[in-house]
């Protein structure tokens, strides 16, 4: 499954899609209610744009990307798998030595929408534990496989103090064939100040395996028109700072 078909309706329409998979009754009172929608969506401090990446650790994207990110004095939030990290563990260790913020995108990249409720809950908190470990604090932040937020990914993810965060912006870098200008180009038409982009330093769910070359070939235009905005660029943990 790709992320084109979950992920669309939620990146336009997070309240409306959350709606069609909770029951009408937490939808309507304390779970979306707890969650806040602005945050949800990741829109935050209106002088910040927050960059974050999916779906790794990988052993040749994310070096890359980390590479690419100390070029531009940048930090970033990287949602993790946690089964990549099992198998890539010294690729999630240089992430946390970089300085940047370890966050939770589950286990195992499965759509919460077609897993059982203990299943979500098990994978969530296995996920909050390795990652954990690796980062030696808490992980804050959750987003799910596709960005399907479920019941279960909702509760799942407040259990264990974690806050879901979508996007605001995305470069589609998962696609065959894409070039770092199209990567950038794809995000600046949805680029907002107070907005949050959303990229992926790992090819594990893409479409064509090393897709992540485009997506580190746009991270320079895209700082720049960060800049243009008079926005500064760094993690979800500055993005949502508790004075803003
Ligand atoms: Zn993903």
Known sequence: MSHRTAAIGLAAAPLAATAAWASPAMTRSRLLRTVGFPR???????????????????P???????????????????????????R???????????GHEL???????????????????RDIRSAVEIIGAVGGEPPRWFR??????????????????????LWTAWGRDWTSGISARRVADTVARQLRPGGTILLHDSDVTAEASGTWRGT???????????????????????????DT
Do not use: M, W
């Open 40 to 58: 949800l969506a990741g829109r935050g401090d209106r002088g910040h744009v927050a960059l974050t990446f999916d779906d790794g650790p990988h």
């Open 60 to 86: 040749k994207g994310t070096p890359a990307v980390l590479e690419a990110l100390a070029r531009l004095d940048v930090t970033a939030t990287f949602f993790f798998l946690s089964a990549q990290v099992r």
């Open 88 to 98: 890539f563990p010294e690729v999630a260790a240089a992430v946390r030595d970089a």
């Open 103 to 121: 966050a939770v995108h589950g286990d195992l990249h499965r759509n919460h929408l077609f897993r059982s409720p203990a299943a979500v809950r």
């Open 144 to 165: 799910p496989p596709y960005g399907v937020l479920t019941t279960s990914s909702l509760s799942g993810a407040h259990d264990v103090g974690l806050t879901p965060v």
């Open 216 to 242: 580190v070939g746009a991270l320079d235009l895209i700082a720049s028109e960060v800049e243009a905005l008079g926005c500064r660029l760094g993690t979800l943990g500055r993005h949502f700072r508790p």
